[in-house]
């Protein structure tokens, strides 16, 4: 069906937030699930509630002036896809073709980046890691929240002011939606959003357009089925809105419980993006350019029963492919688990293995954007 839609966001993952909001900001929660004040004024705030006025995005506050802040660090930063426009999001995709071509220089030579990853990761963090050390530079961070301080009740304001006095830019994946923004309010040196929540994951955004545009010859005028799990997958929803530059088509594969949220429908009606919605994936992406396939989030989940029931929802097979178009691309961001079985590996359609190495070639861009101008944390 064609897409017009409430206005109301829907999206439930209340409790993590609650929980993730008390550990980390460790301030009081009303009766409401907002954050209680302290009396600071402040610059940013993000909230969402529900029908029933639940809490949906924490309402962040970032102090004002929070050490001499420069509105040319906030500028550097990366939280969301649309902190680039089109020429911006372009000149990525030509730097990372020089990388792959030459991945090998000095570009940060004399920089730190620190990696702080309060969820897991293997893909992202390898690969700017990776990145950092064929540009030159050197790493320090950590991959497991529980070794840091904030195990100890440390809060995210304090690490990040702690971590910027040795790094000169920092790479943060965080559970908590807007959790990146919040950290660039604060921050003296610039942040790179390595995925916050279900929210944005803007530089596997940027990977998955330098992989189409590999496979297809160009970003425009393309049809693009996003496959799983629509509703907490950040990739998808970076997708789309970086998308948005270029006159896509959509078609949104999700099952009832997983379907993509209204803001983004929304975001799609706004931009004159044209998107159907479908329950079932046998053939209905033999008209795409590119399947995107996701795997169901476990960790996103409040109700295990409602996960145990969609985990295997589709599965794509080798056979599936039969009748596809010959330009057709398979991407996931990966780990995958079931939804794409190991027989599609050897068709020349997969592409997910390429997109992640494309990955290291994104991030030496990104990182060679975000660094290359400063000459000091605080001008």
Request: hydrophobic share 35%.
């Amino acid at each position: 069906m064609r897409g017009k839609v409430s206005s109301k966001y829907t999206e439930t993952n209340i409790n993590l937030r609650r929980v993730c909001i008390g550990f980390f900001y460790k301030q009081p929660l009303t009766s409401k699930g907002e954050l209680g004040q302290r009396g600071t004024k402040t610059s940013t705030s993000f909230k969402k509630h529900d029908s029933n006025n639940n809490l949906l995005t924490s309402d962040l506050k970032a102090p004002l002036g929070v050490w001499g802040r420069s509105n040319f660090m906030r500028k550097n930063s990366l939280v969301s896809i649309s902190d680039y426009n089109k020429e911006e999001i372009l000149a990525i995709l030509d730097s990372a073709a020089d990388f792959e071509a030459n991945p090998n220089r000095k570009t940060l030579d004399g920089k730190i980046i620190a990696t702080l990853f309060f969820e897991p990761s293997t893909r992202t963090r390898l690969s700017f890691e990776t990145a950092v050390i064929r540009l030159g530079g050197s790493i320090i961070g950590f991959s497991d929240a529980a070794t840091s301080s904030s195990s100890k009740g440390e809060t995210l304001n304090d690490t990040i002011h702690m971590v910027s006095c040795y790094a000169d830019a920092i790479v943060m994946r965080h559970p908590l939606e807007g959790a990146a923004r919040y950290a660039a309010e604060v921050s003296p040196v610039p942040i790179i959003n390595a995925g916050d929540g279900a929210n944005q994951h803007p530089s596997q955004t940027l990977l998955d357009l330098y992989s189409i545009l590999k496979t297809q010859g160009t970003l425009e005028n393309l049809t693009i089925c996003l496959v799983g799990d629509l509703k907490y997958g950040r990739t998808v929803h970076s997708l789309i809105m970086a998308m948005s530059h270029f006159k896509p088509t959509f078609k949104f594969i999700a099952p009832n419980e997983l379907k993509m949220p209204d803001e983004y429908k929304l975001f799609c009606n706004k931009n004159n993006i044209p998107f159907t919605e479908v329950n079932e994936l046998n053939e209905s992406f033999n008209d795409a350019d590119i399947l995107y396939m996701t795997r169901v989030q476990k960790e996103r989940f409040q109700d295990l029963m409602e996960y145990e029931r969609v985990k295997n929802v589709y599965t794509l097979k080798n056979e599936m492919l039969a009748n596809s178009k010959s330009n057709l691309r398979i991407l996931h961001p990966l780990p995958r688990v079931t939804e794409i079985d190991p027989d599609v590996d050897g068709n020349e359609k997969a592409y997910y293995f390429q997109q992640a190495q494309n990955g290291l070639y994104v991030r030496q861009a990104i990182l060679s954007k975000v660094l290359k101008p400063i000459t000091n944390k605080g001008e």
